[in-house]
């Protein structure tokens, strides 16, 4: 069965710090794998992706995803964390063999971004 | 180009009523997926449309309903109304492309926060 855990509820950064959004997942076959964000009262922004090639996937507004094949990983990386980051974030995944499109999506951590 | 467009924004039902939510894909998106997403957690999948066809369904009873329209719009349809039905209910839709029929991501609308009293 496919599979996502978001091992954090809630992620706490000093504004200007490096953040990570943790994410584990666990499919039959290969993952597409997906974050979006979303801000209260809104619906989801997507945010990256990863289907295939370089495991380093760069997104909107200065994020960036680590694909780790081995230890079935992809979590979600800022150099420098600003406050506006402050939000829901949701990891999803899908198994590149499922025609139907259906995602699997994490339970969601809240980024706290701190002035 | 318009994004995923949802109406309406908000509504209150009373229990054993039924609603009926709507969505407009992005334009050139022929796919359409409907999630409810109960306060503090993720989004739940209910069903996906397809060339006006219903193509998978999530762990939803009967009550929820779905239909596609020519214009690949949809409406989502849930009777019986229930208190745990409250909650906001997202429409995403995607783009199926390529030899295995792979959707594009999903783009998804603000949502419709459905509340019943």
């Known amino acids: 069965a496919q599979s996502v855990a978001q091992p954090e509820d809630q992620v706490n950064v000093a504004e200007g710090n490096p953040l990570t959004v943790k994410c584990t997942y666990s499919?039959?076959?290969?993952?597409?794998l997906f974050w979006y964000v979303q801000y209260p009262n809104r619906g989801l922004q997507f945010l990256l992706k990863?289907?295939?090639?370089d495991n380093l996937v760069k997104g909107s507004y200065g994020f960036e995803a680590e694909f780790n094949k081995s230890q079935t990983s992809f979590h979600l990386k800022k150099p420098s964390a600003l406050v506006s980051d402050s939000a829901l974030y949701f990891c999803?995944?899908?198994?590149?063999?499922?025609?139907?499109?259906?995602?699997?999506w994490g339970a969601g951590t809240k980024l706290i971004i701190k002035p | 180009d318009a994004g995923v467009t949802q109406s309406p924004t908000h509504l209150i039902k009373t229990r054993g009523q039924q609603v009926t939510l709507r969505c407009s894909p992005k334009?050139?998106?022929?796919?359409v997926s409907w999630y409810q997403q109960a306060l503090g957690q993720g989004p739940q999948f209910i069903f996906q449309?397809?060339?006006?066809?219903?193509?998978q369904r999530g762990n939803f009873p009967d009550r929820f309903s779905g239909h596609q329209f020519p214009n690949y719009s949809s409406e989502l349809n849930v009777n019986a109304l229930l208190l745990g039905d409250s909650a906001l209910y997202l429409c995403?839709?995607?783009?199926?492309?390529?030899?295995?029929?792979?959707?594009?991501?999903?783009?998804f609308g603000q949502g419709t926060r459905l509340t019943v009293v």
């Open positions: 995403a839709s995607s783009l199926r492309q390529g030899e295995l029929n792979m959707n594009t991501e999903a783009f």
């Open positions: 334009s050139g998106h022929d796919t």
């Open positions: 449309y397809y060339e006006e066809e219903e193509r």
């Open positions: 499919v039959s076959g290969n993952p597409y």
């Open positions: 990863y289907i295939t090639g």
């Open positions: 999803a995944v899908r198994d590149i063999r499922d025609s139907n499109y259906q995602l699997i």
